[in-house]
């Protein structure tokens, strides 16, 4: 007896030793692979540093193109997307996660490839807008795969997925400088909109854009696919006890001649397996009074108080975002700095939004969204006054990073007041922050 107990000792110290190898394991290569998707979430940048070439490419093919189109085009970006995360987790339910995030792949990738084609100002919308269907679907895929696997740091964990978005942002930005003006030519062709002129790039620069785009494309589509394949929810704890008898009953008969000994499996071990199994979360665990919940959200004053909070937020941050380029480009007529500026602006954004992570875990939500609404307040209503290129760089750098911030507090905010599995399932509709504030 005293030899069998010691061998069943034995062999679930080494089961629970490969299961906690397994799962530590798994949330990291998860992890790793939602952070490889972040560089294409980051895309959400990307129309700010593509304006200053989209304008005279399309101004060029009709005269009517004004800012106000780019205005709408991500307003119509974000409307596609919000489309995508309300169905996401149902299809992730219906046909599995793998088949959501490699779908999105390729929307990702042939839409923007499509739209690298089109002269029709409208069409190009169409597909531009469409990617945003497999862009926010790889992301709410992998943050709710983060959320799952790191139940214990919402904040943190949230701050370091926004961290590489904003790489994305100021890695791409230097891409597509190199790949669209790598000269450095300056804008020279001056058109008037209404009240004001604007200086535009000439045909040697703007005549490259489809051609970016479809290389952007096929970059965007490979870190994708990677992304996709890394990814994946946390295996639900489950401790198969007759299997586990079989292979215990086998290695005793045979080691001490007792083909009739069952060996039982101790109360403490199961115990543990079942604790460890009530804390996590799958995306099956939605039940019909969850989703009677869910569907009646709108009707608690906790939404809607976050919903105003964080649009109204988000306003200046949105108007400056996809604006300060073009406006930097007409008043210091440097391309390549514009794109430095950039670059900076987003890391710096990107760091900071982990600082926030950090901040909202230790301070709570009031008090960051507070500080961060009158950082922006006196930031943005400073900034016509700013003349010198390195103060127009860090009022910049401030005005991304309280924008991104307030996002980064948003997500786990949710979370800690509806709880990890009614969160994730209603953190989609926070999308119509973002559209409410375009």
């Known amino acids: 007896m005293c030899i069998r107990d010691r061998y069943q000792r034995r062999v679930h110290g080494d089961l629970a030793k490969l299961r906690i190898m397994w799962e530590i394991q798994n949330r990291w290569v998860s992890l790793c692979g939602s952070l490889f998707n972040s560089l294409i979430v980051g895309n959400y940048y990307i129309l700010s ?3 200053v070439y989209l304008l005279p490419y399309f101004n060029n ?63 190009f919308a169409l597909f531009f807008s469409m990617s945003a269907i497999g862009i926010n679907s790889l992301n709410l895929c992998s943050q709710y795969c983060n959320m799952n696997h790191f139940p214990e740091s919402k904040g943190k964990v949230t701050g370091f997925y926004l961290v590489f978005v904003s790489l994305s942002g100021a890695l791409f930005a230097q891409i597509i400088f190199w790949l669209m003006n790598p000269k450095n030519i300056q804008p020279d062709n001056k058109v008037k909109f ?23 494309a096929l970059i965007w ?11 994946s929810f946390p295996k639900k704890q489950e401790l198969d006890i007759e299997r586990i008898q079989r292979s215990n009953t086998k290695s005793l008969t045979e080691g001490l001649g007792r083909r009739n000994s069952k060996p039982e499996i101790k109360a403490e071990i199961l115990d543990e397996f079942q604790i460890e199994n009530s804390t996590k979360t799958t995306v099956e665990d939605a039940s019909p009074e969850k989703t009677l919940y869910q569907s009646k959200f709108w009707t608690q ?103 991104g911030g307030i996002i980064v507090i948003s997500h786990p905010v949710i979370l800690k007041v509806y709880g990890i599995e009614l969160g994730s399932l209603i953190m989609p509709y926070k999308n119509t922050f973002m559209v409410f504030a375009q």
Not at 194 to 210: A, I, W
Not at 221 to 231: K, N, P, S
Not at 325 to 334: V, W
Request: proline share 2%; charged share 15%.
């Open 221 to 231: 589509f490979t870190i994708a696919v990677i992304g996709a394949t890394l990814i």
């Open 49 to 51: 540093t593509l304006t």
């Open 301 to 403: 004053p906790n939404f809607w108080c976050l919903f105003f909070c964080t649009s109204f937020t988000l306003l200046p941050g949105y108007y400056v975002l996809f604006r300060f380029k073009q406006y930097g480009l007409k008043i210091f007529k440097d391309d390549y700095f514009m794109t430095k500026l950039s670059s900076i602006a987003f890391l710096f954004a990107g760091l900071c939004r982990f600082l926030f992570g950090l901040l909202f875990d230790k301070f709570g939500y009031k008090k960051v969204a507070f500080c961060i609404q009158v950082l922006l307040f006196v930031l943005v209503g400073s900034l016509p006054f700013v003349t010198n290129q390195w103060v127009f760089l860090i009022w910049i750098c401030f005005i991304l990073a309280g924008e």
């Open 61 to 123: 093919i009709d005269s009517g193109v004004r800012h106000g189109y780019f205005a709408r085009l991500q307003t119509y970006f974000c409307l596609a997307g919000i489309i995508a995360v309300v169905f996401c987790l149902i299809l992730v339910k219906k046909i599995g996660l793998k088949i959501v995030a490699y779908a999105s792949c390729l929307i990702i990738g042939g839409t923007f490839f499509i739209a690298s084609y089109m002269t029709d100002k409208w069409l």
């Open 194 to 216: 209404r009240k004001t002129e604007e200086l535009l790039f000439g045909p040697e620069v703007f005549n490259k854009l489809p051609d970016t785009l479809r290389i952007l």
